[in-house]
């Protein structure tokens, strides 16, 4: 039994969640992490689940794949683990420093199965040699001959077969049942079958179908062949599909191995290695080239080019030196850097990418809760119908040897475990594939609505732009007696509260530009408009011309030609008014990004549409679209109507996911089917986002709804097989034209395959091509 392990939860005296390089923060674990031991298949998590569920205040998924319980409305682990063991089972708290621990434990269950596995093969082998020979020979029958058949299969039956036993005896102790029940008893009552008919010596009778036709009289020891080989092929199964599984995991496993075991400290000018576990906020840390940066941090020394391709896919070198923040588990390529560390241990960006994909594998997708209810009351109804079966068969005059051997076969043939493996293993498979393509899947959930998502909403600051505007002009009313410094200084002051883009564009060059700014005060702030202060005495305005209006400030005409002669080309102009005058507008441009083009060329290649979300004006908007080669325009919309917007085109029948970055996008990320935040976002769009896209190209918002779309492939592949058999191997059973021995083999390859068959998510590649193509043009800034 692997010793149960658990994830760490924040401690309260930690610091808050060091930001990421933009400024951003992702949630820590907000509900406590348990690893289950002792489960063997879909019925043991849908009993520990409901066990769970019926305390009241208490909320829990299980999920057998990844072997973890999510756990919430608890004050102490003690309370679930209390609970957990009183259904038969074994629970500990996840621990992230025990995954060495806990891979090892999981090598010798694995080990355990191979040993057992090996025996029971060596033991079946002859005996299935000899007993089908003697048994279709009669002629070659020597005395004893059966004796050693038993011999041969007591150790098969017994000691190898001794996991699927224990968990029957255990889940009898509960009055449950579950898949080992059926593999239980049937090997029980095949060996039973035998072991009677040889010893009370019944009557002559035909044995059982073997494909070509049935066994001669006085083939009992048959049945000896169907235990041993039942227990071989479960053993079997069981086997490739726990090594399956745990290759499953290693997907999220290698997220987190991104992370340094060490790190050289730099203290009192000399270097020293620590394990990463004795970091601490402000210890400033030596990354030589080569290196993988051990903590998130600030560059205070050296520059070089950082390699983010492990995290985020990104095959582009980005160059960074002092000032810069960096994160852990990305590589310094070719410079010394010395980095003070701003987020350590559970608190990296990397961390707490590896604690939201865990989340999301443990939590169970909507699908998932179908299949759980099928399994729960599948197992139950399996038993009765192969009793059921054993007495039809005896109505209809058939000898009890048939009887018994239509019952086995339906028994084992009937077991569900593929169908309790199809969703979570593929599922499992895509979350962890997508955190290592920089596609950071909350919930399982958002992978099932990402596959039929049929509409793309963009949002164009930050996230088709660069999202870095820069002032190209400044221009002054004529008449106004106002330079061009002087209109800086207001517009920088006034702006020296915001962090927009745009205030940030102001500020930079007004810097470069004039003395000094004035200080300012009594702010306020118009979301998707502009600003107002009191700046010397008078109050100062800038933002859109809808700001302007709203205020009831007065727009020379030669200004109002220079806002409409930017918005033409693409830019967008922020007024500057001081009183009740606009006195000068100030144009600034975003860059496209450069992928943009391609990026929305592919989005339509996978036949999803596009539309255009800004609160820019309707000239820059249509732009912008027409460059980009966007289908639809949706301008002039302020963050408030941004969430109406997305429920209009949900009313119009789109399935719509939407991309966005800022503050002014939360509402709308959390009103779309699907929400993409992008990680250079704030933090309250990450917060309202499904998926968070690591990466800062365009390309990732394909990969996410490409993987999704593979991923629900996969789930639909897996349950199409595992109803499918099931549907149509219980009937061919129960008229008699499936011997117990294939039955068993059949059920388990059926689960290795469905197992396997998720495991090929392991190859989904990036569809970012190798040289993107690079479009650049102008944007227009506007705070949308």
Request: glycine share 8%; charged share 20%.
């Amino acid at each position: 039994m692997t010793r149960p392990v658990v994830a760490p939860r924040p401690s309260a005296a930690e610091p808050a969640p060091s930001p990421s390089p933009s400024g951003t923060t992702l949630d820590p674990l907000e509900r406590w992490s348990f690893d289950v031991s002792g489960m063997t298949c879909a019925a043991c998590a849908n009993r520990i689940e409901r066990k769970l569920n019926k305390v009241e205040g208490i909320s829990a998924t299980v999920n057998y794949a990844t072997e973890r319980a999510l756990v919430s409305g608890i004050d102490e682990p003690a309370e679930a683990i209390d609970v957990i063991r009183s259904a038969g089972y074994d629970a500990a708290v996840h621990d992230e420093s025990d995954d060495t621990w806990s891979r090892r434990a999981t090598e010798m269950r694995i080990t355990s199965l191979r040993r057992r596995l090996i025996a029971a093969a060596l033991l079946t082998i002859p005996l299935m040699d000899v007993s089908l020979v003697l048994a279709l020979v009669p002629q070659w029958r020597f005395p004893g001959w059966e004796l050693l058949c038993v011999l041969l299969a007591i150790p098969v039956v017994t000691w190898a077969a001794w996991p699927f036993h224990r968990m029957t005896l255990r889940n009898l102790r509960h009055g449950a049942v579950s898949m080992d029940t059926l593999v239980s008893i049937g090997i029980a009552a095949s060996f039973g079958w035998a072991i009677v008919s040889m010893l009370v010596g019944l009557e002559p009778q035909d044995g059982f179908w073997l494909g070509f036709g049935r066994a001669p009289a006085g083939a009992d020891a048959l049945y000896l062949d169907v235990a041993a080989g039942m227990t071989t092929f479960q053993l079997a199964g069981r086997y490739f599909e726990s090594r399956s599984r745990r290759r499953a995991g290693d997907v999220l496993g290698a997220l987190t191995a991104l992370g340094a075991s060490e790190a050289r400290v730099l203290r009192e000018d000399a270097e020293t290695m620590v394990a990463i576990d004795a970091l601490r906020r402000g210890d400033l840390l030596v990354v030589r080239p080569g290196e993988t940066i051990p903590a998130d941090g600030e560059i205070v020394e050296g520059s070089a080019a950082i390699d983010t391709g492990a995290m985020t896919g990104e095959s582009v070198l980005r160059t960074c030196g002092v000032g810069d923040e960096v994160v852990g588990g990305t590589v310094s390529a070719d410079g010394r850097l010395v980095v003070r560390a701003t987020g350590v241990g559970a608190h990296t960006q990397l961390a707490q990418m590896a604690a939201v994909a865990e989340q999301a594998q443990v939590r169970k997708a909507d699908v998932q809760h179908t299949v759980d209810a099928v399994v729960r009351i599948f197992v139950p109804v399996v038993l009765v119908l192969s009793v059921l079966v054993a007495v039809v068969w005896l109505l209809l005059g058939a000898n009890t040897a048939s009887a018994v051997s239509n019952a086995i076969s339906v028994l084992i043939i009937a077991c569900p475990c593929a169908l309790g493996l199809a969703t979570p293993t593929a599922l499992m498979v895509g979350v962890g594939r997508g955190a290592v393509l920089g596609i950071l899947v909350k919930g399982q959930d958002a992978l099932e609505a990402s596959g039929t998502v049929t509409t793309v909403v963009l949002d164009k600051t930050g996230t088709l732009t660069v999202g870095a505007p820069h002032v190209e002009q400044v221009s002054t009313s004529d008449g106004s007696g106002v330079s061009e410094a002087q209109l800086l200084r207001w517009a920088a002051a006034a702006e020296s509260s915001s962090e927009h883009a745009v205030a940030t564009a102001i500020r930079e060059h007004a810097a470069t530009r004039v003395a000094d700014v004035p200080s300012a005060h009594d702010f306020h702030v118009t979301p998707g408009l502009g600003v107002e202060a009191i700046i010397e005495d008078e109050r100062v305005a800038a933002g859109s011309p809808a700001h302007m209006q709203g205020l009831g400030i007065t727009v020379p005409e030669d200004l109002a030609r220079t806002v409409s002669d930017a918005e033409a080309g693409g830019r967008s102009a922020v007024l500057v008014a001081r009183g009740e005058q606009a006195l000068g507008a100030l144009v600034l441009a975003d860059e496209i990004k450069p992928d943009a083009r391609a990026a929305v060329t592919a989005l339509h290649d996978a036949g999803l549409r596009t539309v255009l979300l800004t609160g820019d004006s309707e000239a820059a908007a249509r732009r912008a679209a027409a460059d980009l080669g966007i289908d639809d325009v949706r301008a002039g919309v302020l963050p408030t109507g941004k969430a109406q917007a997305i429920e209009e085109l949900r009313a119009e029948g789109h399935a719509v996911a939407m991309v966005g970055d800022g503050i002014n996008d939360a509402a709308a990320l959390a009103a779309a089917d699907l929400g993409l935040g992008m990680v250079t976002g704030t933090d309250v769009a990450l917060k309202s986002s499904d998926i968070i896209l690591v990466r800062e190209d365009l390309f990732a918002v394909i990969d996410a709804i490409a993987l999704s779309r593979a991923t629900n492939r996969t789930i639909r592949t897996n349950l199409i097989w595992a109803f499918g058999y099931n549907v149509a191997a219980i009937p061919i059973a129960a008229i008699g034209l499936l011997n117990p021995l294939i039955a068993a083999a059949a059920m388990s390859l059926s689960s290795v395959f469905v197992v396997h068959n998720s495991l090929r998510l392991q190859n989904f590649r990036s569809r970012r091509p190798q040289r993107a193509r690079r479009s650049a043009g102008a944007g227009s800034p506007t705070r949308s």
